[in-house]
C-alpha cells in the first residue's frame, strides 16, 4: 500500500516593500532595479541586477524616495533617476493608504 502525500500548495514568492517593510507577495509590488545602466523600474520582473520592491502606495513611495531606495539598492540616486521614478509615482492609481488609515 502507498501512501500518497497531501499535496502542498503553489509556492508563491514574498517581498517586503522597502518604504513600509510590509511583505506580500511578489506580483503585488512594482520593482526598482539598479542596472549597470542605472536605477529603473521593472514592471516584467525580469530584468538583471539589484532589486527592490514598493507597494502602489504614496506613503511608500515619498518614504522610498526619501532614502530606503538607495539603501535597498546600495547606491545614490541621480537626480534624473529620481525624477523618473516620481514620475511614475504620480501616473499610479495611488490606492487609498490603508496603512496610515489604520494608525488614525
Known sequence: MSKKKPRRGRHIPQRTCVGCRET????TLTR???TSEGVQIDLTGKLSGRGAYLHNRLSCWEKGLKGALANALKTKLTAEERGALREFMETLSHEVDDFSAKNV
Open 32 to 34: 526598482i532595479v539598479r
Open 24 to 27: 506580500l507577495a511578489k506580483q
